[in-house]
């Protein structure tokens, strides 16, 4: 463990440097990219220094009391002893949980994609709670959100939203949020008072790097047309939406929300190259095998992984088995003790079942 820890510390060394150099720092692909690996890096390495401190105040008295005669001094070394030798051991226990295998995608921002799934309209409306819910709780950590394309329906909901989060850590956090929401409550369109139940799905992608998922011009399709809104009104007369196909896997995505077809064509290859990273991940983690997957499971839409129960002002996350009696607090924004329990429950999985 030591070893390792001592490369870590070396390479974070050598992340400081690189980013001083002023090839590097006019650089903002590099730069951006050293400075995640650094973040990356951060808590492992001033945990290091923290143990290495600790083990030493341990030493250090240790030392001090084979050659103290005064029995009051002997006393202080001995409890400063006891308490280097806690702090050290309690590092040690911490340094376990960072060693762990980081996913190296947990610092980059993200694309969700929420559809309304079964359900109708009912579904549509729940697919905007859960757009509104994940804004405030971005809002609260001090991510920023920006549409990148919208599809209402025709009472105020979404057929599909998509959207970035930008922000340090969003995909560790986000990740969690993919798969299927299923919520139960009367709907608004509900005359009988009735209890439905209705699905949307919540699909998570980080955002991948142009140098990561190379996208060649030759295997591009693109269309443009004039951006149309609700009815088929004309948003603006300039061929401005964009069509894109990637014509390899043939993904396809459409975007109209800017005014300009530059900007449009810019968000279309985020989300396309988004979708082709999260291709890339979904065959490694099938190479991977099912005995090595999380417990807590990522990002699978198939995957029921929570239930809204607006009547008993209940949650439920089915991966954990954890039901809080907060669904107010939570659909406010609230979902610090929801996600804290699956990085939990993620840690302890593999603490349980390490990697090979």
């Not at 799934?117 to 804004?135: H, I, N, S, T, V």
């Not at 950590?141 to 209402?152: L, N, Q, Y």
């Not at 065959?283 to 839409?301: D, N, P, W």
């Amino acid at each position: 463990m030591i070893d390792r820890l001592e490369r870590v510390t070396k390479r974070y060394q050598e992340i400081e440097a690189e980013m001083s150099k002023p090839e590097v720092a006019t650089d903002h692909n590099q730069l951006t990219k050293l400075a995640r690996e650094q973040r990356s890096l951060r808590d492992l390495v001033t945990a290091y220094q923290e143990y290495r401190r600790a083990l030493h105040e341990a030493e250090s008295a240790r030392e001090m009391l084979k050659h103290e005669k005064d029995p009051e001094m002997q006393e202080y070394l001995r409890s400063e002893e006891r308490r280097a030798a806690a702090q050290a051991g309690e590092g040690g226990d911490r340094l376990k949980l960072l060693l762990l295998p980081k996913d190296p995608n947990d610092e980059r921002d993200v694309i969700v994609e929420i559809q309304g799934a079964e359900g109708g309209e009912e579904a549509a409306l729940f697919a905007a709670d859960l757009f509104r819910m994940y804004q405030r709780w971005a809002e609260k950590k001090g991510w920023k959100t920006e549409v990148v394309d919208a599809r209402p329906s025709e009472k105020g909901g979404f057929d599909r939203v998509e959207f970035e989060v930008h922000g340090q850590g969003a995909y560790s956090q986000l990740k969690y949020e993919g798969g299927v929401h299923r919520v139960q409550r009367v709907p608004k369109t509900e005359a009988q008072g009735r209890i439905h139940t209705s699905a949307a799905t919540v699909a998570v992608m980080p955002e991948a790097d142009p140098v990561e998922v190379e996208i060649k011009p030759e295997d591009l399709e693109i269309k443009t047309s004039t951006s149309t809104g609700p009815g088929g009104q004309s948003v603006n007369t300039t061929y401005s939406a964009i069509r894109m196909t990637h014509k390899p896997t043939g993904l396809v995505v459409s975007m109209q929300d800017e005014k300009s077809q530059l900007q449009n064509r810019e968000k279309a290859l985020r989300v396309l190259r988004a979708r082709l990273y999260d291709l890339k991940l979904a065959e490694q983690q099938a190479a991977i095998g099912a005995q090595r997957r999380s417990m807590v499971g990522t990002g699978g839409r198939s995957e029921k992984i929570r239930t809204y129960n607006f009547k008993e002002n209940r949650v439920t996350d089915h991966r954990i088995k954890l039901t809080l009696h907060k669904l107010d607090q939570v659909m406010a924004g609230d979902l610090e003790e929801l996600v804290s329990a699956l990085i939990s429950a993620d840690r302890a999985a593999q603490l349980e079942n390490p990697p090979d």
